[in-house]
């Protein structure tokens, strides 16, 4: 990116914002400027940023290219102002010292060119002039003697010339940014946003029921509420109004234009107030309003969208275990593939333990030879989890493998899993390229047991979007939340770190600095030559040059390489100064992660040590850290995914029952949670906590285990309420 400069108000507005430090917006851009990724910078230039992380430093970027484009518009405005010969000094400092654009547009309009309107029609006639003495608040004189001398072939009278010189003066009133700011901000905090049921009979299973008759203030509406209006509106269901304080706003009006209350034109004056308000600046203002709330609540949407997903990626893997994966199906049965440790595929295979279609009885042979198969597979490979997908015939299949595992008191516990996205990339080419030979459900089953062992492995290979952890999705900017999603998966790919000799490429292009291609050929350089032995031997692969290679070799671990340091999150650049560590410490590179090393670690003087090595705070605590930890994983400090050997159905749940639970999506009103029984239950935001809670974000992620209360159950619709507060 290409630094321009910045007006000193936006970068004050930058730093108050951020709560970040001039200096720590200029070694940001600098280094951005520079094409060091976020990731890289996050991670290894600490010591220039003041330990920024990522969002910080997307933060100042995001408001950087804002100044810049509003530093360009603040120039197009000036220009096309004094093309008009209209610019004065004080309309220059004033459109100067802007820091948001909307503010920028409203000291513009008056000298935009318009279409036809009123006014203009009024201008043409040659009425400006009395629309000027109008504004001038004369105390004495015949206003209709002052009207006459306007009266044309086409004014036919004092009457018509006032009138049309009302046009023009409502006009210049809507136009007036002071008048439009003031009448904005007000309605920002004092309108209502009220909806009303059409009469028709769309709607019919009541979706919008809550918004058929409802009234909010425009300060406190909830962003999710703002979503479905907009939805319902888009479906024809409700009208939306927004209701702003046209009183409040006229008489405001009113005091700015008419200051001289003898005015001969006090009454006309008032006239083309109320006429501006109601025709121009109400219907106007109504609109800029309606679009900044939908962009708020877009916003907020695509944030808690990428805060779940984050959730999600980041969920600890069950490394260590050998899975089965099962696609769950009626008439096609369910296909299963078990997982080595490793992640390779031991043994694919179909059983059919349920009926054939809803209603039909099961098969008792195909019932048996299924729960052999399933036993004879947990003794053959020792399987410790059982991955059972969610979606058509789960629960029935759930039945049958919590049947098998208390039959068989082998050991194994199940799991459900979310197939969200299984089938998108069971038949995409990436799965057609990485099991050619095996159907799209096989390749599904195969998918699921491995989201167990290593979400992130197997969750970057799916479209961010199909994975389903948001709200409205379909309905916000797509190029906005394709960008925060894809900042996400890049996000938590570095954060957790990559095996260069196990990475796929779906996992290797979202490392720092790597692109598809230049994944595609350490893919073929490690099918050439064999495993990589050293990070060195990056600098052999085709296309990944000297910057590339500064980019992304810290996220890239080698596990029993030549060199100890390059298992750990060890900047290359910084070995130097590991090994004077370690000199210092008295202990080498085997005693990594050890109890001695931790000790040592511990007797450390940092302050002397980072005077005498010339070595950051930043980069010192981070090696201290990868010395005692060298293989850390972020994700083991997350919880696992809750393991059951039985089964629970939805008919036996009473309220005051108590269960544990997995979040499975945090939205804007609370938090849905998979208690083992076939629907998720909800725990409204007002039930998470006895204080108040801001947003349910606050208190649980995707993926935690949950104790709830049940506080309410409708056995029809299949609905569940859940409480976190102990019930008296």
Do not use: W
């Not at 920002?188 to 709607?203: A, E, F, H, Q, V």
Request: charged share 30%; aromatic share 6%; with cysteine.
């Amino acid at each position: 990116m290409k630094m321009e400069y910045l007006n000193e108000n936006v970068l004050n507005a930058i730093c108050e914002d951020l709560k970040v430090t001039r200096a720590q917006i200029t070694a940001v851009l600098e280094m951005l400027q520079d094409e060091k990724t976020v990731a890289f910078i996050a991670r290894y230039r600490k010591e220039a940023t003041g330990g920024l992380d990522e969002e910080k430093i997307r933060a100042i970027e995001e408001q950087y290219t804002y100044g810049v484009n509003l530093e360009k518009r603040k120039a197009d405005v000036i220009r096309l102002i004094e093309e008009k010969g209209m610019m004065t000094d004080e309309l220059r400092t004033q459109i100067n010292d802007c820091v948001k654009l909307i503010d920028v547009e409203d000291l513009y309009r008056p000298y935009k060119e318009k279409k036809k309107t009123k006014a203009t029609e009024a201008i043409a006639l040659g009425l400006e002039p009395l629309a000027d003495i109008m504004m001038q608040l004369l105390p004495t004189g015949d206003k209709m003697e002052i009207a006459s001398q306007f009266i044309t072939d086409k004014v036919k009278t004092a009457k018509d010339a006032i009138m049309h010189a009302k046009y023009i003066v409502a006009e210049r009133i809507s136009d007036d940014a002071e008048y439009r700011k003031y009448i904005r901000d007000a309605s920002l905090r004092y309108g209502t946003i009220s909806t009303k049921k059409k009469n028709n009979d769309l709607d019919q299973d009541e979706k919008y029921k809550n918004y058929y008759e409802s009234s909010e203030n425009v300060a406190r509406i909830k962003p999710h509420r703002i979503l479905a209006i907009d939805r319902a509106e888009d479906e024809n269901v409700i009208t939306v109004n927004l209701e702003l304080q046209p009183k409040r706003d006229v008489d405001y009006l009113i005091y700015k234009v008419v200051r001289n209350k003898e005015s001969v034109f006090k009454a006309e004056l008032i006239e083309a107030i109320e006429d501006s308000y109601k025709r121009l600046i109400a219907p106007s203002i109504s609109r800029e309003i309606r679009s900044m709330l939908t962009e708020k609540a877009q916003e907020q949407a695509i944030h808690i969208f990428s805060l779940n997903l984050k959730n999600l990626l980041l969920q600890a893997p069950m490394k260590g275990h050998v899975v089965l994966g099962v696609d769950p199906a009626f008439r096609t049965g369910c296909k299963l593939a078990v997982i080595s440790p490793a992640s390779s595929v031991l043994e694919i295979g179909v059983i059919y333990p349920n009926e054939k279609s809803k209603g039909a009885t099961v098969d008792p042979h195909l019932l048996e030879k299924s729960k052999k198969t399933i036993i004879d597979l947990i003794k053959k490979y020792d399987v410790e989890i059982i991955a059972i997908g969610n979606g058509t015939a789960s629960r029935e299949t759930e039945s049958f493998i919590a049947e098998v595992i208390k039959e068989s008191k082998l050991g194994a516990k199940y799991v459900i899993v979310s197939e969200a996205g299984a089938s998108v990339y069971s038949a995409s080419e990436l799965a057609m390229e990485e099991f050619p030979d095996l159907s799209v459900e096989q390749r599904s089953a195969i998918s699921i047991a491995r989201r167990v062992q290593d979400p992130l492995a197997e969750l970057v290979k799916i479209d961010p979007k199909s994975i389903g952890v948001g709200q409205y999705q379909h309905d916000v900017a797509q190029n906005k939340l394709n960008k925060s999603l894809d900042d996400v998966v890049v996000d938590a790919v570095n954060k957790v770190g990559v095996n260069l000799n196990t990475a796929s490429v779906s996992l290797l292009q979202y490392v720092s600095g790597l692109s598809k291609v230049i994944s595609k050929n350490i893919i073929a350089y490690r099918e050439e030559n064999g495993r990589f032995y050293s990070r060195e031997e990056l600098k052999k692969v085709g296309k990944l040059g000297p910057k590339t290679y500064e980019q992304c070799v810290g996220f890239l671990r080698i596990l029993d390489g030549k060199n100890a340091f390059d298992m750990t999150s060890i900047h290359p650049e910084s070995y130097d100064k590991a090994l004077k560590l370690l000199d210092i410490m008295k202990l080498d590179s085997t005693k990594l992660g050890t109890d001695e090393m931790k000790e040592a670690v511990e007797k450390l003087d940092k302050f002397d040590v980072s005077k005498s090595l010339s070595i950051d705070m930043y980069t010192l605590n981070d090696i201290l850290e990868a010395f005692v930890a060298p293989l850390r994983d972020i994700r083991d400090e997350c919880e696992g995914l809750k393991l059951r050997d039985d089964i629970m159905h939805f008919e036996d749940i009473k309220v005051g029952d108590e269960l544990d639970g997995t979040v499975r999506n945090v939205v804007d009103f609370g938090v849905f949670v998979d208690c083992g029984v076939k629907y998720d239950g909800l725990i409204h935001i007002s039930k998470m906590s006895t204080a108040k809670v801001n947003h349910p974000s606050d208190i649980l992620s995707v993926g935690d285990n949950v104790h709830v209360y049940v506080i309410d159950i409708d056995y029809n619709k299949h609905k569940l309420g859940l409480s976190l507060i102990k019930q008296q």
